[in-house]
DNA sequence: AACTAAACATGAACTAAACTCATAACCAAC
DNA sequence: GTTGGTTATGAGTTTAGTTCATGTTTAGTT
């Protein structure tokens, strides 16, 4: 029905201000162009502008339209741009960190499908994680970083993967596993259990517990595995993204509970300078990330 | 080349998974599927999916194209809709603010091209203007206010038209005349015309002079022929958007000089309720703005 | 390794859409 | 009314898109 062409078509038009000019412009006839406007206009059964003036004046319609094609074509036009680049890559290699220790889950598959496509690009995830990966992206030390929080976002772009949902476990056994959400309170006396990361840095704290108090106790743990086996046996609870806990809940191993009773959702990121948002390398590692997402 | 069609082809594949099924789906057989993306992959050079997978995996290029279809088919449903709401469309009135006096010179015009088009829409611009006109809008009294400040963005939609240059204008001979641009230094004994609008909220003392010191006089006028005049007559100077200033200036009336170094700039808004930006009346007011602007 | 079912590819024939050409109609300015 | 510009229209042609019938590929099964 509304095609690019006629989108083309009608941004010319306001640009040259007639039929004749734009049919010059986009090298067709006048009698092509005045067919093709006519049968867009019966099928969107409107008027899209009137012809007795010079320049053309657009109806209501025609604007709309107009507006259509001013936030569609750009885009059109960066993405073949885009195409043509990412048919010729000087890149060889993506130094990754990541933030989010439960994402090694999907992320390893994700890079797996990724050199599929570009064998050629190394993807060297293997740096320690307890640290603040920020700094390195800016002293062109990494060029991705994973990470639920936004710092320095003057100096660089910030890509929106997914949402997810922070979410308790506990054994299946444990008293909270009744509740239908718990609160900050409810955590008081717990065992969590956690990746070997600072407090102040662990989301539960951070954007849960917060300034709530908290007289329990810590216990870190470099094992993912471990972590659900240690909450099973009913050595603590922790909280771990919903991705991470789905399939061990449908085992029966754990209970998961929501933290607060809107739940406690969290985005995740990945972090580029900024002149590297458009490059398609990025772009397409950006959207393998997407589609592996959470799985 | 590429085409909205294509686009729902390269979507629904992503949400099938299969040729066939994104067949069924768009109500195509499978091999007119096949020759569309064969003729597409060959127009840009290029695979967008690998076939013997199920469901297909996407290359990079695929997930441009993918991104792209993301980005634009929304928009054009939208569109779609709006073009269909535009045409029967019971609003009968939208009744309009003015903060900025000089918007007169193309607001009129404006509203008179508009007025073609929805003769039955009655602009109310009839109102005092040396006030606050937000209050007003959020109390659903007013419709629409054109305004360069932004105020409570929570509750209010604004809608950006054009931005504009803030000019000095002073008589040729004045010795102002002869200077690249002026400091708020420049101005501390002058005499500034404007209208009848409080010091604080002109444009000049808002965002120029500021804090620095003034001790010239300020002189109001209500009629925006006058200013030129007394202006020109050396009685003062005035600050104005250069919309307003350029055909006076092209007559050697009077001589505009740039605020600061780098000029003034300044945005003008359209600003109204949340719930009706996307009415296409109001979508069709803004087009009109923005067409017309500065002129 | 052979078989099967499901998915995708291909070529020829057909259809519908889009374009061109020639010409007519229209409008504004002189 | 004539002129110089514009847009509209109808018939004929070209091109792009679709279907049908059939061939090929692949993953899974025995």
Same mark, same amino acid.
């Given at each position: 029905?509304?095609?690019?062409?006629?989108?083309?078509?009608?941004?010319?038009?306001?640009?040259?201000?007639?039929?004749?000019?734009?049919?010059?412009?986009?090298?067709?006839?006048?009698?092509?162009?005045?067919?093709?406007?006519?049968?867009?206009?019966?099928?969107?059964?409107?008027?899209?502008?009137?012809?007795?003036?010079?320049?053309?004046?657009?109806?209501?319609?025609?604007?709309?339209?107009?507006?259509?094609?001013?936030?569609?074509?750009?885009?059109?036009?960066?993405?073949?741009?885009?195409?043509?680049?990412?048919?010729?890559?000087?890149?060889?290699?993506?130094?990754?960190?990541?933030?989010?220790? *439960?994402?090694?889950?999907?992320?390893?598959?994700?890079?797996?499908?990724?050199?599929?496509?570009?064998?050629?690009?190394?993807?060297?995830?293997?740096?320690?994680?307890?640290?603040? *990966?920020?700094?390195?992206?800016?002293?062109?030390?990494?060029?991705?970083?994973?990470?639920?929080?936004?710092?320095?976002?003057?100096?660089?772009?910030?890509?929106?993967?997914?949402?997810?949902?922070?979410?308790?476990?506990?054994?299946?056994?444990?008293?909270?596993?009744?509740?239908?959400?718990?609160? *900050?309170?409810?955590?008081?006396?717990?065992?969590?259990?956690?990746?070997?990361?600072?407090?102040?840095?662990?989301?539960?704290?951070?954007?849960?517990?917060?300034?709530?108090?908290?007289?329990?106790?810590?216990?870190?743990?470099?094992?993912?595995?471990?972590?659900?086996?240690?909450?099973? *046996?009913?050595?603590?609870?922790?909280?771990?993204?919903?991705?991470?806990?789905?399939?061990?809940?449908?085992?029966?191993?754990?209970?998961?509970?929501?933290?607060?009773?809107?739940?406690?959702?969290?985005?995740?990121?990945?972090?580029?300078?900024?002149?590297?948002?458009?490059?398609?390398?990025?772009?397409?590692?950006?959207?393998?990330?997407?589609?592996?997402?959470?799985?």
């Amino acid at each position: 029905m509304i095609d690019i062409k006629h989108l083309k078509t009608i941004a010319t038009l306001k640009d040259t201000g007639s039929l004749v000019n734009t049919a010059r412009e986009l090298f067709l006839t006048q009698s092509a162009l005045s067919h093709q406007i006519k049968d867009l206009e019966n099928k969107l059964d409107c008027q899209l502008f009137e012809r007795k003036t010079q320049p053309v004046r657009f109806t209501p319609q025609g604007m709309l339209l107009l507006e259509l094609a001013n936030e569609v074509l750009p885009k059109v036009e960066a993405t073949k741009c885009r195409l043509k680049e990412s048919l010729n890559q000087p890149i060889s290699q993506l130094r990754l960190s990541v933030e989010c220790h *439960a994402c090694f889950h999907w992320l390893l598959p994700t890079i797996k499908e990724f050199n599929n496509f570009w064998p050629d690009i190394k993807i060297d995830y293997e740096r320690g994680f307890s640290y603040d *990966a920020i700094p390195d992206l800016l002293s062109d030390e990494l060029d991705l970083v994973l990470t639920s929080d936004i710092r320095e976002p003057d100096k660089l772009e910030y890509a929106h993967l997914f949402d997810f949902k922070l979410k308790l476990i506990v054994a299946p056994d444990h008293e909270l596993a009744k509740k239908a959400y718990v609160t *900050a309170l409810d955590l008081k006396n717990e065992t969590i259990i956690s990746y070997p990361i600072p407090r102040e840095r662990q989301d539960i704290f951070k954007h849960f517990i917060q300034n709530a108090r908290f007289d329990g106790t810590l216990k870190n743990v470099d094992q993912g595995l471990l972590i659900f086996q240690l909450v099973s *046996a009913g050595m603590g609870v922790a909280a771990l993204p919903d991705w991470l806990v789905t399939p061990y809940e449908s085992q029966g191993l754990i209970k998961s509970i929501p933290l607060g009773a809107l739940g406690l959702t969290r985005p995740m990121y990945l972090a580029m300078k900024k002149d590297m948002k458009d490059n398609p390398v990025y772009r397409h590692f950006l959207n393998t990330c997407k589609l592996n997402n959470g799985r």
